[in-house]
């Protein structure tokens, strides 16, 4: 199998699992979960979340109100969810030395590719006109995008 085939389909399964969970999420339910230093819980609201909905939290107990101040979230989902919180507090320095290897890596590349092919030209008249296409093309992409 050709690499840009298998690149394809590693994005194609990064699109079906992203998709998948993103469909698992429970809308309105909360965004982010941090941990204070005093070992509490803080929970931020989704957007779409109504605005009648509240949420208390401290070290010995959560619980997400409704509008009547009934408790709206079991102990079952409590304890799963800090579980998840304090898994992704020890494991956030995975992801950060990860994206700072991929920066590391990356900007160096590029700068080496664009200097290689530009000594590749070798007539000066080329470099300029594909400098000029390339900046109608950067134009051209930045305008669609906005």
Known sequence: MKLYTKILLGMLAGILVG???NLMSQPGRFQRIDTNKDRSLSWTEHQAAPADDRFAANQAEFAQLDSDGDEA???KEYDARYNWARFTVYTDWIGTIFIRLVK???VPLVLVSLVLGSANLGD???IGKMG???FLFFMFTTAVAA
Do not use: E, P
């Open 73 to 75: 979230v079991s102990r």
């Open 19 to 21: 998709t998948f969970f």
């Open 124 to 126: 000066i008249r080329k």
């Open 132 to 134: 000029a296409k390339a």
């Open 104 to 106: 590391m890596l990356v």
